[in-house]
């Protein structure tokens, strides 16, 4: 989609020459609120009221040849004043309904003075626009779409910015998301990481191939691959926007490009879905793009921890016991378990680098579905501070999560009776036990760990894949960016980490 803001003097609003021209209505209101909004517009919605198609119910009212206005098309689209997440994606598919009705490609919608969220609104357009269809041969395709905004001042061009920065983060994030096993390999991720490079002058990419990282210790990390044909490797993307020697925000991302579950294999129901196991790492991808783009004076480094889970003679198997790159060891209850093993070695490397904080992502659990759905991602944690910041952040961005608990009393269910610990609890609550596994790997550094199992992808919706956590994600360190020294306590009383 092309969004751009143009200038309009309101009071000749209709003299303004539109194809199709979308006008905000607040809702419940009798009149408009601002002396801004010129008397032509009132008697428009005058005259809609007088003949009875615009009412106190009314959400949308397409007029075609409007009296008085040289727009061939006005769209009268009811909303609330202040809009929130919901008014915007309401708003945003009206307008896209509408133009695919008509077959149009552009609009132009009047963004009023008193219009508080707008932000929000410019998202909401951006991201339904989204299509993925990259694998059909048969497409109907049309022009790309084009909005323009048309606004009496500059206010909101940091809102277009950003929010055209997250919609390019968002949409790398969804068709990685969306690729197929077969194409999205390993191997593939590494592509798209060093493209990060190769644009951005800001951004350099290593990738650390199987050597390396036997080099490094990574037992776990290893062992999940190790039933596949596509060779794993772990790209390591820095983005350098403050001063270079200040710690960066390590970003981790869970990218396991197809997890049939290894030997503890999963059941065909649900399993083609798996190819979404990798929406940690591809939301990696999609953040370092937008945090390039926007040039937030941070220091930010994102790491995909990536492999293939497939059974094979080879594989990693139940029984198995792992040495981690930390040293601690673990026993394998279940190689559908993955995630984790990969994550807690991509830990332990972020720690060795001074990071300020680590944030992994990471569709990691059923449990996460169950508990809280598709509507928050499940968020945990050893620093209270840096919780909330992100809970905060994703209240602020429509991208909620919720705060789960890893007090020490769950961490019993990862007793082992043989190594330092088991992958997976029985009988225990999934997602926090993921959680309680990955928090003895933070140890003290301050970190938190995003389950975005019921967030990140809707399988069989068409675009399945969300682009979430981005906005969380892109918001938190947009905030962070504006903090003077951020401090992040760490409570490893409730956090229960094993020192
Ligand atoms: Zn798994």
Same mark, same amino acid.
């Given at each position: 989609?092309?969004?751009?803001?143009?200038?309009?003097?309101?009071?000749?609003?209709?003299?303004?020459?539109?194809?199709?021209?979308?006008?905000?209505?607040?809702?419940?209101?009798?009149?408009?609120?601002?002396?801004?909004?010129?008397?032509?517009?009132?008697?428009?919605?005058?005259?809609?009221?007088?003949?009875?198609?615009?009412?106190?119910?009314?959400?949308?009212?397409?007029?075609?040849?409007?009296?008085?206005?040289?727009?061939?098309?006005?769209?009268?689209?009811?909303?609330?004043?202040?809009?929130?997440?919901?008014?915007?994606?309401?708003?945003?598919?009206?307008?896209?309904?509408?133009?695919?009705?008509?077959?149009?490609?552009?609009?132009?919608?009047?963004?009023?003075?008193?219009?508080?969220?707008?932000?929000?609104?410019?998202?909401?357009?951006?991201?339904?626009?989204?299509?993925?269809?990259?694998?059909?041969?048969?497409?109907?395709?049309?022009?790309?779409?084009?909005?323009?905004?048309?606004?009496?001042?500059?206010?909101?061009?940091?809102?277009?910015?950003?929010?055209?920065?997250?919609?390019?983060?968002?949409?790398?994030?969804?068709?990685?998301?969306?690729?197929?096993?077969?194409?999205?390999?390993?191997?593939?991720?590494?592509?798209?990481?060093?493209?990060?490079?190769?644009?951005?002058?800001?951004?350099?990419?290593?990738?650390?191939?199987?050597?390396?990282?036997?080099?490094?210790?990574?037992?776990?990390?290893?062992?999940?691959?190790?039933?596949?044909?596509?060779?794993?490797?772990?790209?390591?993307?820095?983005?350098?926007?403050?001063?270079?020697?200040?710690?960066?925000?390590?970003?981790?991302?869970?990218?396991?490009?197809?997890?049939?579950?290894?030997?503890?294999?999963?059941?065909?129901?649900?399993?083609?879905?798996?190819?979404?196991?990798?929406?940690?790492?591809?939301?990696?991808?999609?953040?370092?793009?937008?945090?390039?783009?926007?040039?937030?004076?941070?220091?930010?480094?994102?790491?995909?921890?990536?492999?293939?889970?497939?059974?094979?003679?080879?594989?990693?198997?139940?029984? =198995? +016991?792992?040495? #981690?790159?930390?040293?601690?060891?673990?026993?394998?209850?279940? $190689?559908?378990?993955?995630?984790? !093993?990969? @994550?807690?070695?991509?830990?332990?490397?972020?720690?060795?680098?001074?990071?300020?904080?680590?944030?992994?992502?990471?569709?990691?659990?059923?449990?996460?579905?169950?508990?809280?759905?598709?509507?928050?991602?499940?968020?945990?944690?050893?620093?209270?501070?840096?919780?909330?910041?992100?809970?905060?952040?994703?209240?602020?961005?429509?991208?909620?999560?919720?705060?789960?608990?890893?007090?020490?009393?769950?961490?019993?269910?990862?007793?082992?009776?043989?190594?330092?610990?088991?992958?997976?609890?029985?009988?225990?609550?999934?997602?926090?036990?993921?959680?309680?596994?990955?928090?003895?790997?933070?140890?003290?550094?301050?970190?938190?760990?995003? =389950? +975005?199992?019921? #967030?990140?992808?809707?399988?069989?919706?068409?675009?399945?894949? $969300?682009?979430?956590?981005?906005? !969380?994600? @892109?918001?938190?360190?947009?905030?962070?960016?504006?903090?003077?020294?951020?401090?992040?306590?760490?409570?490893?009383?409730?956090?229960?980490?094993?020192?």
């Amino acid at each position: 989609m092309i969004m751009q803001t143009q200038h309009l003097n309101m009071a000749a609003v209709d003299n303004h020459s539109a194809e199709l021209l979308v006008i905000l209505v607040p809702a419940g209101q009798t009149g408009f609120p601002s002396q801004a909004y010129p008397a032509c517009l009132e008697t428009l919605i005058e005259h809609y009221k007088k003949m009875g198609d615009w009412h106190s119910e009314s959400k949308y009212l397409l007029c075609i040849n409007p009296p008085e206005f040289k727009a061939s098309r006005i769209l009268l689209v009811d909303t609330n004043m202040d809009i929130v997440k919901a008014d915007a994606k309401r708003i945003s598919n009206v307008v896209s309904d509408v133009l695919e009705q008509l077959n149009k490609a552009k609009a132009e919608i009047i963004m009023p003075p008193w219009l508080q969220g707008g932000e929000l609104l410019i998202q909401a357009l951006f991201h339904a626009s989204y299509k993925f269809s990259d694998y059909k041969t048969k497409t109907s395709r049309r022009e790309e779409i084009s909005v323009t905004l048309l606004v009496s001042d500059d206010s909101l061009d940091e809102s277009l910015d950003y929010a055209r920065a997250l919609h390019n983060g968002m949409s790398r994030t969804r068709d990685l998301a969306n690729m197929p096993g077969n194409l999205c390999t390993p191997g593939y991720f590494a592509e798209c990481a060093l493209a990060l490079d190769e644009q951005f002058a800001t951004i350099s990419t290593d990738v650390l191939d199987e050597a390396q990282l036997t080099e490094l210790g990574m037992g776990a990390y290893l062992a999940v691959g190790r039933g596949s044909v596509h060779p794993g490797c772990m790209p390591v993307i820095r983005y350098v926007g403050a001063e270079p020697e200040e710690p960066a925000i390590w970003v981790i991302g869970k990218g396991i490009t197809f997890d049939s579950g290894g030997i503890t294999l999963k059941k065909p129901p649900g399993m083609q879905s798996m190819i979404y196991d990798m929406c940690g790492g591809a939301s990696v991808i999609g953040l370092m793009a937008a945090v390039a783009e926007l040039k937030l004076p941070v220091n930010v480094t994102g790491v995909i921890a990536t492999a293939e889970n497939m059974p094979d003679g080879d594989a990693f198997r139940p029984g =198995d +016991i792992l040495t #981690t790159m930390s040293g601690q060891t673990v026993e394998i209850i279940s $190689t559908d378990a993955e995630g984790r !093993l990969v @994550l807690c070695d991509a830990i332990t490397y972020a720690k060795q680098h001074q990071p300020a904080l680590i944030i992994d992502v990471a569709t990691l659990t059923g449990a996460q579905i169950v508990s809280l759905g598709s509507h928050a991602s499940g968020l945990m944690g050893n620093s209270p501070q840096l919780n909330q910041a992100l809970q905060q952040a994703g209240d602020e961005s429509g991208d909620r999560a919720w705060t789960m608990p890893v007090w020490p009393d769950y961490q019993d269910a990862l007793d082992s009776p043989f190594a330092d610990m088991r992958n997976a609890g029985s009988q225990s609550p999934g997602m926090i036990t993921a959680g309680c596994y990955l928090a003895r790997f933070a140890g003290n550094t301050p970190w938190a760990h995003l =389950d +975005i199992a019921g #967030t990140s992808f809707q399988y069989g919706t068409g675009n399945s894949a $969300t682009g979430r956590p981005l906005p !969380l994600l @892109l918001q938190f360190l947009r905030n962070y960016s504006n903090l003077s020294a951020p401090q992040w306590s760490i409570n490893t009383d409730d956090c229960g980490f094993l020192p």
